[in-house]
């Protein structure tokens, strides 16, 4: 059993090379070691459906996680310098979370030359994810350009609950989200929303004017 806890040893000195797991006879863990630090490593369940993959390639940090069933549940990708994001999925397979940060959408083309499992092959491939009805919206790239083509492409038209965290949006129309219940404002400033073809307002006159029935919260506390 390969330890999370302690540095694996070989002859007094910490062990670099592959390091397997089993469980009744199947091996469920693979991982390649450097001086006793795990560097990349790959897991199966006993019946050899992928679980988890973290494998680095010469560009950038992938992290995938996979649901039992077969059902990709995430994907992160890293640079050290450059863009990072990811996506995160229901066990039936709808998009919960996404998240866009340094450029991480401008670089989907050269994410998919190079990764192994990436579930997108361009940003208008997005618009194919089945949404969950609470999704999560993260990151700068998040702007207002493409927060239009989710809304305009239909991809949030089932969407009850959004939540949007540190993203790059200033204005807000709420006219494509006609199931729309709550929406967050977290780690932003959005300067103006509005409900059909009306004109923006503050976040504050937009709830007094009842201009909808859309609970609005920011940083955690409601507007009223």
């Known amino acids: 059993m390969l330890s999370d806890y302690e540095v694996p040893l070989y002859q007094g000195r910490p062990f670099s090379g592959i390091g397997y797991e089993f469980d009744d006879g199947a091996c469920t863990r693979e991982v390649f070691l450097r001086n006793g630090i ?32 077969g059902g990709l549940k995430s994907v992160d990708i890293t640079t050290n310098v450059e863009f990072y994001g990811g996506m995160r999925f229901s ?7 996404l998240s866009a940060c340094n450029g991480f959408l401008e670089a989907i083309p050269r994410i998919v030359r190079k990764a192994r499992f990436f579930p997108v092959s361009t940003v208008h491939d997005v618009e194919k ?4 009805d609470d999704l999560t919206l993260f990151g700068g790239d998040v702007g207002d350009e493409f927060f239009r083509y989710l809304s305009d492409c239909g991809m949030l038209r089932d969407v009850a609950v959004l939540k949007l965290a540190n993203v790059g949006v200033k204005f807000l129309s709420l006219a494509d989200l ?15 929303i509005k409900h059909g073809s009306g004109e923006y307002l503050d976040l504050e006159s937009f709830v007094k004017g009842g201009n909808s029935s859309v609970k609005i919260f920011v940083d955690g506390r409601e507007v009223t």
């Open 178 to 192: 006609p199931h729309l219940g709550e929406l967050h404002v977290d780690g932003f400033e959005l300067t103006g």
């Open 129 to 132: 994810l089945e949404v969950s």
């Open 38 to 69: 795990v560097y990349s490593e790959a897991r199966w369940t006993e019946a050899g459906g992928m679980v988890y993959f973290d494998v680095p390639n010469d560009e950038f940090g992938e992290v995938y996680e996979w649901y039992s069933s």
């Open 91 to 97: 066990e039936g397979g709808r998009l919960v979370i």
